[in-house]
């Protein structure tokens, strides 16, 4: 009877830990996931960034070598890492998408509208060049941390308005980034969400823009995330650059302050 | 020494004042972020962009940090949420969960995208975003609890029918600024959706209450 | 014409670890565009790996195959500086070739 007992308190000890090991070891999903994100297609858009950045292109036939990110002109090492941040040129702050774009109009010559209106690819196609770009000058700061500053009065005024604008709830839907952003292990379907108030979980996610949209095929900044998330609320289509798009990257970026730059991303 | 200290702390105040941080307070980011909000978005008519305002319910819902509501809030948003329910003018709030069923699983409709409005037939009733559906499917979302069985667990009767209607069409008059939205408040959804949905929920024909 | 593959070839003893990233549509000739048109069949149907000019891995490919692929294979008794080729060929005809120096282990 005590040897039954003892081997039943055995076998039980056998089954918990069996359990607890499955728990530890990651899902098929975090595999398959984890697999998809290294050598993923968005470093062809590296190459391709890399190229046109070094182009004489535009009106003026100049490249973007001279292009300031923030830390004097031509330097990509860890510039991203600071962005969103306050420009003297244009006297606003900028995102690493608008960055480019001032740089295209003010040493390409090209037209701002031009620029902006062809700045977001359409799937299954090239993508733009602004894209292509943006994942050359991030891939300069792979292997750093995100160490976004809020010196300047302007970028203050933008993380305060994008924590307001990331709780704001509105449309039919009663949808906020909150809604879907602001509690653990969520998910949407099979898609998980990204706990933005959980200081690791933001952290993964701040360095990991420009990213490969599997079922776009091509390169996506967040200047698109966020107008895609727009449009899944059933609100107003977001501008390019605008305000809104510029206070919430810098509120998130900020959060993710210490998350490591990992780019391409890769994103269902 | 003595002096030295009263020089110190005199001076205290006016390097806090210049070296910390300021940010602006709450008021001045509302008014900042709200002229943002003008600024920064299109739509291909000017109705739309009334998407974006807000209604007293959803001011005190967006609490920055998810601060907790007041009583006196809580209060407020229940009652403005019971005022808004409408019920069918045929008192019928169980329509066919066959189309309900079409309707929980249907995530389209209304959205802006490229100067254009996806105006199909009707509104899906994006449940299944949300919510576990049909026992054994895998990609169910956990937003909301699984609904899987609801009308096996409740039953039918009058009044859980009109317990998953008012939950549908305001589920703030049960859980203030809940993250389901108000789908028949924001008419999102018409008010015979909603019965279709109903039924889908509790008919125990429907396939959410079979095995 | 079609872009560059992105070919990374680094040592691990005597056994070069070969990831490479091709851009290709793949298109399955299942999917409709806008106008419900089927959209035509295109993808690479063939792939040869060679390792200093000898080859290692010759595969037949279909239209599975997803969009933008990625392959990777190990390759044995390789030594540092030694080359490796890869060409793909699609069912049109196109046809690319990209090469990469084997690096030394890290």
Known sequence: MDTLRSGAAAFALACLLTALAAAQSPSGLEVGRKMLMEDNPGELWIDRGKKLFHEKRGPRKASLEQCDFGLGPGKLKGATTHLPRYFADTDKVEDLDSRIVTCMVTLQGFKLEDVKRTAIGRPLTDGSDVEAIAMYVASNSNGMKMDVRLDHPKEREMYKAGQYLFFRRSGQTDFGCVTCHGDPDKRIRLQDLVHMLDKKEIQAVAGSWPAYRGAHGIARTMQWRLYDCFWQMRLPELGYLSDVSIALSTYLNYQGNGGVVKVPGFKR | ?211 | MSEPMRIRATLQGDVADVRILMRHPMETGQRKDAKGEIIPVHFIQHVLVTHNGRTVLDAQWSQAVSRDPFLGLRVKGAKAGDKIAVTWTDNKGDKRTDEATIAPAS
Not at chain 2, 109 to 131: A, F, P, S, T, V
């Open chain 2, 1 to 211: 020494m003595k002096k030295a200290i009263r020089w110190t702390l005199a001076a205290v105040p006016l390097l806090i004042a210049v070296g910390c941080a300021t940010f602006p307070d709450a008021q001045s980011t509302r008014d900042t972020a709200e002229s943002m909000i003008k600024a920064s978005f299109t739509a291909p008519a000017p109705h739309l962009l009334k998407r974006l305002d807000q209604d007293r319910a959803q001011q005190i819902c967006s609490k920055v940090d998810q601060a907790p509501l007041t009583q006196e809030e809580a209060a407020e948003v229940v009652k403005l949420a019971r005022a808004s329910i409408e019920y069918p003018k045929s008192g019928k709030l169980v329509g066919d969960w066959k189309i309900g069923a079409k309707l929980a699983y249907n995530g389209a409709g209304d959205r802006i995208q490229n100067g254009r409005l996806e105006k199909r037939k009707e509104n899906g009733g994006l449940c299944q975003n949300c919510h576990g559906l049909e026992a054994g499917e895998i990609n169910v979302g956990n937003i909301g609890p699984p609904l899987t069985g609801f009308g096996a667990q409740r039953g039918n009767s009058e009044a859980v029918a009109k317990y998953a209607y008012e939950k549908i069409y305001n589920g703030w008059a049960y859980f203030p600024c809940s993250n389901m939205p108000r789908l028949g408040a924001n008419k999102h959804l018409t008010l015979e959706q909603i019965t279709h949905l109903v039924a889908y929920l509790i008919d125990p024909e429907s396939s959410l209450n079979k095995k």
